[in-house]
């Protein structure tokens, strides 16, 4: 017995002190996250000394502007929810471009709209888009395929105020302006979007927002004297002054009055004269919006932009996104505005004159 205890005690070191000698496993590294600087990260610099956020960028994401309540009341999603959401929606495009097989073709007597019903009720802002009279099939929707990563975080909405909402109106403050879908006085009431113009649901800015669709892409050129955006959707130019002053002759030029400077790697923007017809949430008299823009990584530039209007709200809110690597503009043309216009407004005339009591200026 004392043989068998001094073999198992003698067994016992010997495991102990070959357990001691095997060097302690050093804890698994994280994943790379591009949302994320890196230890130790500097922004690459241009010829000219600049931070470099040169190049090709896009913002489409499933993440909305505001937060959609029905789906989540959390500002940020844990990874697993964040992936759920990205499965349900590629199965609901799928469904809803699926084509009907030829056999049932002369069967199909209605268009089955569930599927884009489920993805309208994932993002209700695409009631306009795919869910409303004309409105696009689900197959020209590009809006992305990933909830929006920002700092780590799966984020619910672009906006970052608590509810993900823009925060209500002062009261007193003067009613939004007129144009819309509904508006159809002449020509001049008309979106220039619709009209083919200019870029529509904010692409072109400020603030610079994924209108859901498709074409979120975007160019930025840089140079000593001015940072130059490129959007895609309409192919508007945007040009930052760099260390210039606000213009003084009243004028406000479509996507208003830009100048910018450095703030060590971030690019400050600082935008006023809005012109009415590219009012934020019914703000533009006073506007002013001050978007930054950070490279956090070789392959994401960091978005945060602040607007604020006395007028209009008590305080300044804003909203923060990731942009992501894009291949490059691609043509984008689009002319049904131009011809379709006569037709809108001789519409609009003859359903004023076939209502009773119906007045001027839409349809009633």
């Known amino acids: 017995m004392r043989h068998a205890l001094a073999l198992a ?32 990260w500097k922004a690459p610099r241009t010829a000219f000394g600049q931070p470099d956020l040169s190049g090709y960028w896009t913002n489409a994401s499933l993440t909305p502007i505001t937060r959609n309540t029905r789906l989540t009341n959390k500002s940020v999603l844990t990874e697993a929810e964040a992936i759920a959401q990205e499965k349900t929606w590629a ?7 699926a084509e009907t097989p030829k056999d049932e073709l002369d069967k199909v007597t209605t268009v089955d709209k569930s599927n884009e019903r489920k993805i309208v009720g994932l993002r209700p802002d695409f009631q306009f888009a795919g869910g409303d009279v004309g409105g696009y099939n689900t197959f020209w929707l590009d809006p992305g395929s990933h909830i929006m990563k920002v700092g780590g ?13 823009p925060p209500p109106r002062k009261p007193g403050a003067p009613p939004a302006p007129g144009f819309g879908r509904d508006v159809y006085d002449s020509y001049e009431t008309r979106s220039t979007g619709e009209r083919c113009i200019t870029s529509f649901g904010r692409n072109a800015g400020p603030p610079m927002l ?7 892409g975007y160019q930025i050129v840089q140079t000593p004297e001015a940072v130059v955006i490129h959007v895609e959707l309409i192919h508007e ?5 760099l260390n210039d002053k606000h213009r003084t002759d009243g004028l406000r030029p479509a996507m208003g ?8 790697d971030t690019l ?12 934020f949430f019914g703000a533009w008299k006073n506007l002013k919006v001050t978007e930054r823009f950070t490279r956090v990584s070789k392959e994401q530039v960091n978005y945060k932009f602040t607007v604020e209007d006395p007028d209009v709200w008590d305080a300044p809110w804003g909203g923060e996104y990731n942009f992501s690597p894009y291949k490059g503009i691609y043509e984008y043309a689009c002319h049904e505005g131009n011809y379709s216009l006569p037709g809108i407004l001789a519409g609009a005339r003859a359903a004023e004159k076939a209502s009773a009591g119906g007045k001027p200026g839409g349809v009633h």
Request: aromatic share 8%; charged share 20%.
């Open 257 to 264: 009055d830009s100048i910018g400077w450095w703030d060590g």
């Open 268 to 279: 400050v923007v600082e935008t006023t004269n809005l012109p009415e017809r590219d009012n």
């Open 9 to 40: 005690f003698g067994t016992a070191l010997c495991l102990a002190g070959a357990a001691a000698a095997e060097p302690a496993k050093a804890p698994a590294a994280k994943a790379y996250d591009p949302s994320v600087s890196p230890p130790g």
């Open 91 to 97: 199965e609901a495009v799928s469904e809803a471009n």
């Open 153 to 165: 975080e799966y984020r619910t909405a672009i906006i970052t105020t608590p509810n993900g909402q």
């Open 210 to 216: 994924s209108n859901g669709y498709y074409n979120n």
């Open 237 to 241: 130019i945007r040009v930052v002054r």
